[in-house]
T-cell receptor
Framework: DVKVTQSSRYLVKRTGEKVFLECVQDMDHENMFWYRQDPGLGLRLIYFSYDVKMKEKGDIPEGYSVSREKKERFSLILESASTNQTSMYLC????????????FGPGTRLTVT | LAKTTQPISMDSYEGQEVNITCSHNNIATNDYITWYQQFPSQGPRFIIQGYKTKVTNEVASLFIPADRKSSTLSLPRVSLSDTAVYYCLVGDGRGAGTYKYIFGTGTRLKVLA
């Protein structure tokens, strides 16, 4: 069974703080993704990575950066958190590129006050 | 750029077959179409994927017409535990720039006793 874990289920941060969201997968998948999910807006892709040290911007990369130093780990960084980044953040991994089956973590609900 | 359209919500009774259609124009010609189920406060869970015609697994069937401009997820004999939001995922690898992952807007299925 593919397992994708995220470092926190709930996180509360203050405006201006630097925030790290960690994601780890145990299936040796090449591709990893970060999404945010907001009511009425569905799932929106922030960044994805198809290899170590490689990254591609998704639909809404502004205000975020990512890091992939090891194959199994993909980190999302909010350099200076803002209230409009309050959201559910979901990490996923996939064996192949394209709209191939993705395995999601449980999500991190981030609140920025 | 590819776009997707799904019904916002559907109601069904236990034991009935439910069909949820995702319309998607201009998707990548050589890529899969995948479907996901999401319960509240959880990450989406992969259900089924297909490339063309019909695919069936232990939980669902997926019908994709030859023009690939839509796909229909079929859930046989739904139960109360199938109450969830269902998303399609397609890709758009055409044109310059990076590959685009496009999630549908989601269909909220409510199964009634």
């Amino acid at each position: 069974d593919v397992k994708v874990t995220q470092s926190s289920r709930y996180l509360v941060k203050r405006t201006g703080e630097k925030v790290f969201l960690e994601c780890v997968q145990d299936m040796d998948h090449e591709n990893m993704f970060w999404y945010r999910q907001d009511p009425g807006l569905g799932l929106r892709l922030i960044y994805f990575s198809y290899d170590v040290k490689m990254k591609e911007k998704g639909d809404i990369p502004e205000g975020y950066s990512v890091s992939r130093e090891k194959k199994e780990r993909f980190s999302l960084i909010l350099e200076s958190a803002s209230t409009n980044q309050t959201s559910m953040y979901l990490c996923a991994s996939s064996l192949r590129q394209g709209a191939y089956e993705q395995y999601f973590g449980p999500g991190t609900r981030l609140t920025v006050t | 750029l590819a776009k997707t359209t799904q019904p916002i919500s559907m109601d069904s009774y236990e034991g009935q077959e439910v069909n949820i259609t995702c319309s998607h124009n201009n998707i990548a010609t050589n890529d899969y179409i995948t479907w996901y189920q999401q319960f509240p406060s959880q990450g989406p869970r992969f259900i089924i994927q297909g490339y063309k015609t019909k695919v069936t697994n232990e939980v669902a069937s997926l019908f994709i017409p030859a023009d690939r401009k839509s796909s229909t997820l079929s859930l046989p004999r739904v139960s109360l535990s199938d109450t969830a939001v269902y998303y399609c995922l397609v890709g758009d690898g055409r044109g310059a720039g990076t590959y685009k992952y496009i999630f549908g807007t989601g269909t909220r299925l409510k199964v009634l006793a």
